[in-house]
Every structure is written in structure tokens, then in C-alpha cells.
């Protein structure tokens, strides 16, 4: 298991955040660290930490599944424009994940 140690963080300098987190895992402690000091001593102190943001990865991940889905229905991007222009499909999938994404990181992570 590959680790990462962070330089900077005066509190704790010898804490290890695991890279095997989801997309959102890193940006979420980053998030809770430097926002939010009570909740992240609160989590740190208890040893629930690594399963918050686990859980909240998790959540990020399936949130943008959903609204993925739902901006595809709403702006007809389906597997028919995929086989009749597929870099119009590209395009516009591009356009909806980068939406959610942004909407995703208002949302849940740096809330």
C-alpha cells in the first residue's frame, strides 16, 4: 500500500493519509483540515478518520453517477448521438461530468 506523507501540517506532521482513497478521499481531507479543525481533531482523535472520508468518497462518487445520468437524460446525450457523431458525444459528456464534478465539490466536499 503506497502512503503519502504530508509536509506542512504543523499539528501533524507525522500523519499518513493512504493514497488508496477514491477520487475525492485526498481533497476531502484537505478540505476537512484546513475548514474545519474541530471536527478534524474530533475524527483524528477518535480513529474514525480514515472511515469518514471513505464514506463520504463514497458518497461523492455515487452523487455524481446520479447527476451524470440525470444531465444526460435532460440534454439527450445518449448512445444513439454516440454512434451517429461520437465526438459531439465526447463533447458533451465531457461538458455534463465537468458540471458535476463542480457541483459535486460545492455540494459535499468543501461545504
Known sequence: MRQLLLFGFDMYPQYWVSSIG?????CL???L??????RYNQLLLSGELSG???KLDKQAEEQLVL?????QKAEDVTE?????DQLE???????IRNRA????KSELIFV
Do not use: C, P
Open 101 to 104: 464534478e463542480e457541483i459535486i
Open 80 to 84: 444513439d448521438l454516440k454512434a451517429a
Open 22 to 26: 477514491g477520487t475525492y478521499h485526498f
Open 33 to 38: 483540515y484546513s475548514e474545519q479543525h474541530f
Open 29 to 31: 481531507f484537505l478540505s
Open 89 to 95: 458525444w465526447v463533447l458533451r459528456m465531457n461538458s
Open 52 to 54: 469518514y472520508l471513505a
Open 67 to 71: 447527476t451524470v445520468r440525470q444531465m
